[in-house]
C-alpha cells in the first residue's frame, strides 16, 4: 500500500508563495505518477501538476503555468509544488494523487489519495 501525506498548506495574501509537499511511503516511490489536484467548494476536482515515476517529466495546467512548479525527489520520497503569484481563486483543498504504472505505461486512474492540505488566498 502507498500513503500519501500532504503538509504546508496555510493561509497567504494574494501575490504570496506557498510550498507544499506530498510526502510517500510503502511502495518503490518509482512505480507510480504523482499528482497535484485542487478542489473548492462546489467545483470540480481539477488536477494543476503532474511528475511522472522517474520525476523527469513534470506537467501543469494551463490555469498555473508559470506560477506554479512541480518537482520530484525519489531519494527523499516527496514530491513538493512550489506556489508563486497565488490568486484568491487558487484557495482549495489540494490533494497529492497517485496512479500506478508499469512498463506497458500507466494507469488513467489516480487510486492512491492523500487527505489533503487546506490553501487560503485572501485577497
Known amino acids: 500500500q502507498v500513503q500519501l501525506v500532504e503538509s504546508g498548506g496555510g493561509l497567504v495574501q494574494a501575490g504570496g508563495s506557498l510550498r507544499l509537499s506530498c510526502s510517500n511511503s510503502g511502495r518503490s516511490p518509482s512505480t507510480y505518477n504523482l499528482a497535484w489536484a485542487r478542489q473548492s467548494p462546489g467545483k470540480a476536482r481539477d488536477f494543476v501538476a503532474e511528475?511522472?515515476?522517474?520525476?523527469?517529466?513534470?506537467s501543469t495546467s494551463d490555469s498555473v503555468k508559470g506560477r506554479f512548479t512541480v518537482s520530484r525527489d525519489n531519494a527523499k520520497h516527496t514530491m513538493d509544488l512550489q506556489m508563486s503569484s497565488l490568486k484568491p481563486e487558487d484557495t482549495a483543498v489540494y490533494y497529492c494523487a497517485g496512479r500506478f504504472c508499469d512498463d506497458s505505461g500507466c494507469s488513467t486512474r489516480y487510486s492512491i489519495w492523500g487527505q489533503g492540505t487546506q490553501v487560503t488566498v485572501s485577497s
Open positions: 511528475a511522472s515515476r522517474n520525476g523527469v517529466q513534470t
